[in-house]
């Protein structure tokens, strides 16, 4: 069986995280081909962030050594076959536009790409979020009426 070759690589790691090292960027994120890369900042050179960014490495390119010396960065190797919507800002999340009212969409539904999926309220102002692709939707990530941050993930979604 031919397993498939990875486009991450050690001395890639080792230059992203010099450059993260070196740079004011607390975080990077790279994906292609399906793995994401995602490099953060430690905010103390500890055991655990060598040890956990050495599992991680290692797990992911099993046939390759790692460096148990590497500053203290983490980096998370996500394979995920489903696309994230994501908060474009901080608020407050609802699954409807009432708080009696039905959900704009529900675990298993299909939508369509510029379909409304929740809103987020900022400052008195209700946006509507809507999908970036047509798919499935395959998990709700925050619970309705919570606080939600820029960036983080509201629902995934199957684009098969």
Request: hydrophobic share 40%.
């Amino acid at each position: 069986m031919k397993t498939k070759k990875s486009w991450i690589d050690l001395d890639y790691l080792k230059d992203l995280s010099a450059f993260l090292k070196d740079s004011d960027i607390s975080e990077l994120e790279i994906e292609k081909d399906g793995i994401r890369v995602k490099i953060k900042k430690s905010s103390a050179q500890t055991s655990y962030g060598l040890r956990r960014i050495h599992e991680t490495v290692a797990a992911a390119l099993p046939s390759m050594s790692v460096n148990r010396s590497a500053p203290a960065i983490t980096a998370e190797v996500i394979e995920d076959k489903y696309f994230t919507v994501r908060s474009p800002i901080v608020g407050t999340f609802f699954r409807s536009p009432t708080p009696d009212g039905e959900a704009y969409v529900n675990i298993g539904d299909v939508v369509r790409k510029g379909q409304i999926l929740c809103i987020v309220e900022a400052m008195k102002l209700m946006n509507e979020i809507e999908s970036e692709i047509d798919g499935k939707v395959v998990e709700a990530l925050v619970e309705d009426s919570h606080p939600v941050e820029y960036g983080e993930a509201l629902f995934k979604i199957d684009p098969a």
